[in-house]
């Protein structure tokens, strides 16, 4: 019945597709990775999908409501979120683009940008870490040679340290493409990774649309997740900021600095502090600790 | 030892996740009693009369928290909060994978309790395996016609719809859970009004934990007395107690409420070799230590408040001798500045601040000025906030900060910090 007289017919899902390849320009699209993919793949999908979708919207009072569902949908199908999945969800429940990727945006599940086939999440909480979950971590970094909210180059595995999943019995835990495995072990980990290599793992690999880049992490996310505001440090270099305040890099302080010596207010803060370091000859650029905490 | 099987009855024997099985054990027995004998007053007040209180933090008494909803003719809806993420707490992630109808027979109670016609349970995302499990289980109840129109020949339907997160231990506040079914932002509201006056979609909302609803179902079998006989004066009933920590089999035990903490360390297998004991946290991360002064406490909400704790979801984590506190501290700050939702400047600034200052102690690097500025910050966080997120910083970072200070005295390595 959908496809009779849908709100919006499929042919302007064509439309809506190819309108996002002609702007492919945009900035976000263009970071690390996040390759647009080609508008006619997308709006296959989208007219794919979409039954689907409506069926989700049907279970609901309200059709926002299925929002997250639909976006889960389209993550399993793409791998990670796009833009051309948030613009259709906009289209199909009458909201702004904006206000469908402030909402995605606050669910750590939702990967705004592509990720690996496979997604280890290994959990990081309390009780994990009485049972030993460092040396778990430690195991996965190396073997791996990722950090937190990290990729690795050929693109297969996305690596994580979560929070408590639910299943502290059987610490140290993790989930793969949100599967559980329990009770890990570096053996285990091993024969897990071999498999995953082979292509030969039990859980099904992640779809893959585009390109995954270092992290899926958009930029704004990452100085906390990442470590990048750690607490001052001392015996180092870098300015030192009391009591906690700044992050690592000393940004806030420099900040203030070079406010009040007047630098041009029509500078973004970034730049500005870039220029700060400049004065302070402080090469600390890139050196925020990728392994996080 | 008490330990007593009555949610937990039948895990790892039967396989309850299959319909068939569940109801040969005398499953959707009570649902279908209630729909077609019991008026939704009658289950209301067998929920009253039973004592049972909420299992999924604040231990409200539900009978009461039904008894808010306004008589305005507007439709209700019940919640089940299935988003468990508090750590320590993993028995509501055990009763949905293993004994799936037993969730959806609490919920179609507590739903015909209140008069509800939609009932939604929210799933945590990383549960993708559960939801899996439940939907299966909703689509053969409502194929064995336990749910959907005009349920047993009587003119009541009821419809229930399985919605799951993306991620966000914050969407388990209730009303940050309902803004997140509605498809926003899981950003908790401000209060009042509460759930009950204006919740889903703006209309009367009850929502209840898992095990809270579970409980129902043995309550209408065995009587709201039954039920009120076990536990202590003002703490009724059973309690599924998620054990975690150093302990030697930490697990998921079901137990009367009143059962001594010293019992349940027992229970679940008693410390490591040759360990000796340090702390417990009893009710999750939000909770405050409580130490060997408190082992022979009754395990039940008073004595836990009486305690300088609380009881919480029920989670129950062990410490012992070897934990690093110092380390153990900044983990638990360190999820709640993860996870604010950032709507409060304290709970936002001050879980970040604290994490930073933490992260500066673990790695040796503290300041002795630092010591009384984590004695004097780590109480003002709470009460400042929109929801108990904010006021679940401080308590664990404080106990063990006065118990164990000297841990922390010895990760400090200048007196204070040098100006720019
Ligand atoms: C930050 C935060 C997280 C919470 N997480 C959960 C949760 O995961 N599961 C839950 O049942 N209740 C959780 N709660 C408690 C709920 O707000 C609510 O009180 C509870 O679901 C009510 O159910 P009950 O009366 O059956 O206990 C949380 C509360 C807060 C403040
Ligand atoms: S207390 Fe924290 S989590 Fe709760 S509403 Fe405020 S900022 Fe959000
Ligand atoms: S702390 Fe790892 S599952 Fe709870």
Known sequence: ?293 | MPVTKVLTEGIGEANLRDIDVYRQRGGYVQWERAVRELTPAQVMEAADKSGLRGRGGAGFPTGRKWGFLPNNGKPRYLVCNCDEAEPGTFKDHMLLEQTPHLVLEGILLGAYGIGCTHAYIYIRGEFKEGYEIFTKALADARAAGMFGKKLFGTDYSLEVTAHRGAGAYICGEETGLLNSLEGKRGEPRLKPPFPAIAGLYGMPTVVNNVETLAYLVPVLKNGAEWFSSVGTERSKGYKIVSVSGHVQKPGNYEMPLGTTVREIIEIAGGLLPGRKFAAVQPGGQSSACIFEEHLDYPYDYESMAKAGSMLGSGAFTVFDDSTDFVKAAFNSVRFYAHESCGQCTPCREGGHWLERVLHRFVEGRGLASDLEMIERVGTTITGLNLCALGDSIEPFLISVFRRFKPQFEARIQREEAVGV
Request: glycine residues 8%; aromatic residues 8%; hydrophobic residues 35%.
């Open chain 1, 1 to 293: 019945m959908h496809s009779q007289n849908p709100p919006m017919g499929v042919g302007d899902d064509v439309k809506l597709a190819s309108q996002n390849a002609a702007s492919g320009a945009q900035p976000h699209q263009q970071m690390d990775g996040a390759q647009a993919h080609e508008g006619e793949t997308f709006a296959k999908l989208y007219a794919q999908l979409r039954p689907q979708c409506e069926a989700l919207i049907a279970q609901y009072e309200e059709k926002r409501s299925a929002l997250l569902p639909m976006m889960h949908l389209f993550q399993e199908h793409e791998g990670y979120v796009s833009h051309d999945a948030m613009r259709a969800a906009a289209e199909m429940l009458d909201l702004s683009p904006a206000v469908v990727e402030s909402t995605v945006s606050f669910y750590t599940l939702f990967f705004r940008k592509p990720v690996g086939k496979y997604v280890l999440q290994v959990c990081r909480g309390l009780m994990c870490e009485l049972r030993g979950a460092e040396e778990i971590h430690k195991y996965f970094r190396e073997k791996l040679g990722v950090g937190h909210l990290e990729t690795t180059d050929d693109g297969l595995f996305s690596y994580e340290e979560v929070e408590c999943l639910a299943a502290c019995d059987r610490a140290t835990c993790m989930q793969v493409n949100l599967e559980f495995v329990y009770d890990l072990t570096p053996q285990m980990i091993d024969e897990m990774i071999d498999l995953m290599r082979a292509g030969t793992y039990k859980t099904k690999p992640m779809a893959q649309t585009a390109k995954p880049g270092r992290t899926w992490k958009v930029d704004q996310d990452l100085q906390v997740s990442r470590g990048g505001k750690a607490p001052g440090t001392l015996n180092s270099t870098r300015p030192n900021n009391a009591g906690g305040v700044g992050d690592s890099s000393g940004v806030i302080m420099l900040d203030r600095f070079v406010t009040n010596i007047g630098f041009s207010p029509a500078r973004t803060h970034e730049r500005t502090v870039r220029d700060a370091r400049g004065v302070y000859e402080l090469a600390e650029e890139g050196s925020n600790n990728n392994a996080g905490h």
